[in-house]
């Protein structure tokens, strides 16, 4: 039975169906320039396996290309879809790769019908809360690795990369100073003219000193400059990690008998850890420096009564409430960013979404952090 197609051309792709046998004989060309037989003959195997099981005969097959193999495997699948079967026969070593390989690529089915709102809504929540817990478990045995890292470096003090560590520490800390001083600057002078005005209603202006000193001494200075950290240098570490996962110069690191966390991730977090702690200070001087500037213009203080006021309101243990998040905060930051960035594939906007996750998901938990310290100097009494 073969079609008028296959009469008028020799090379036409053609299935001949035997009767009662099951059995369907695949003759001719299956390639790209017989595309119109091809998609002719598999409707009709499509038809036939329809009815019964059917066994493809691939030996009558005089050539077979990319498009042929696909073709079958769509069918197949649509057969399968439908409850039918279909298996083949005498196909050579290379006719089996090709439609193993169109079958791993071929097209996933589009779902059967459309789930409602509140559906979709719990199943993508359903999705992030699991995907959350693989990061955290993810980011405890990267962590792990790390701490093992530097165990390494500390017993081989001469393999450390104490050029890499200035380096970080510079592109970091240094080279950070004016726009996290500028911006915590301008935000001391919005609390504290925001605090004059409404503090002055009540005729308690001056208590605008003991409001800026605290909140930021102990909460503003240090979360503000983990945030532009997270969006400065963490999202940095990403993009440098994964351009280098994108030309293979991680894996040529190992290749080369090297630990990439060693080399890679040891610097920079510990410029983290060391740069962090300085550019809080700076943060919380500036702020300060904001908030009696404001004070002065806004509320009339003096600035040897700014002063004086600030010492009798805070002491050196608030001081202390900030220094002591800033390491844990540099840590995470540094933890997620290397992550995000290992995980990058080999395009570009693989990269772009990695650097999002990892400033999105920096600031998120420095802010998580910040509240469980909160918590917990509040318990102690500190």
Not at 18 to 26: N, R, T
Not at 75 to 85: L, S
């Amino acid at each position: 039975m073969r079609s008028a197609v296959a009469l008028q051309n020799p090379n036409a792709a053609d299935a001949l169906i035997q009767p009662g046998e099951g059995c369907v004989a695949l003759t001719g060309y299956w390639t790209a320039d017989q595309a119109p037989s091809v998609e002719a003959a598999a409707s009709r195997i499509a038809g036939h396996a329809a009815a019964h099981p059917v066994l493809v005969d691939l030996g009558g097959i005089q050539r077979l290309d990319t498009l042929g193999a696909w073709v079958l495997e769509r069918a197949r699948g649509e057969i399968e879809a439908a409850g039918g079967r279909l298996s083949y026969a005498n196909a050579s070593p290379e006719h089996r790769i090709l439609l193993g390989e169109a079958k791993l690529g071929a097209a996933e089915a589009p779902p059967a019908r459309q789930r409602g709102r509140i559906h979709n809504f719990l199943e993508a929540f359903g999705v992030r809360v699991v995907g959350g817990k693989a990061d955290f478990v993810t980011g405890l045995a990267f962590l792990g690795e790390v701490v093992l890292a530097c165990i390494r470096v500390a017993s081989r003090p001469s393999s450390f990369r104490g050029t890499a560590l200035v380096h970080q520490i510079q592109q970091v800390a240094f080279n950070g100073v004016p726009i996290i001083v500028l911006i915590s600057f301008l935000v001391g002078g919005i609390v504290a003219q925001q605090g004059i005005f409404q503090l002055q209603r009540f005729g308690a202006q001056s208590f605008v000193v003991n409001l800026i000193g605290l909140l930021i001494l102990r909460e503003l200075g240090v979360l503000l400059t983990s945030i532009m950290v997270a969006g400065r240098s963490g999202s940095a570490f990403t993009a440098e990690i994964g351009s280098m996962r994108m030309r293979e110069e991680v894996d040529a690191l190992r290749v080369m008998g090297l630990d990439p966390i060693e080399i890679l991730i040891v610097p920079r977090i510990l410029a983290l850890v060391i740069g962090l702690p300085i550019l809080t200070f700076l943060a919380s001087l500036a702020a300060l420096a904001g908030g009696g500037l404001t004070a002065s213009l806004y509320g009339g203080m003096t600035p040897e009564a700014f002063l004086a006021r600030l010492q009798a309101a805070v002491s050196l243990h608030h001081v202390a409430v900030g220094l002591i998040k800033a390491p844990f905060m540099a840590l995470i930051i540094g933890i997620i960013a290397t992550i995000e960035g290992f995980a990058v594939q080999g395009s570009a906007e693989s990269l772009g979404r990695h650097v999002t996750a990892s400033v999105v998901k920096s600031i998120f938990m420095v802010i998580v952090l910040d509240g469980l310290f909160a918590v917990f100097f509040a318990a102690i009494d500190f």
